[in-house]
């Protein structure tokens, strides 16, 4: 962020009185920045299999009071009573 700022600074403070097309590249290359960063931020691990999650085959996932967190393979955990 801190490139991006000192780009558009650096463009309309300096660089547009030796040269405009200059610092409106400048600018054009501050304005990409931080779409491209985010892009490239946000991209996805190769180990990551979220789309495989066993939970997703639930077949009763849509039915009222079913809690599609906790899915029915899993057993709940015995209490030991007083």
């Known amino acids: 962020m801190g490139v991006c700022l000192g780009l558009f600074v650096l463009a309309w403070g300096v660089v547009r009185f030796f040269s405009v097309g200059a610092a409106i590249g400048m600018c054009v290359v501050a304005m ?8 490239f931020a946000n991209k996805r691990d190769p180990e990551d299999d979220w789309w495989r999650d066993p ?4 077949p009763r996932w849509d039915q009222p009071g079913h809690d599609r967190d906790k899915p ?3 057993r709940p955990e015995k209490r030991e009573g007083p």
């Open 55 to 58: 939970r997703w085959d639930d």
């Open 32 to 39: 990409v920045i931080p779409p491209l960063a985010a892009v």
């Open 72 to 74: 029915d393979h899993e």
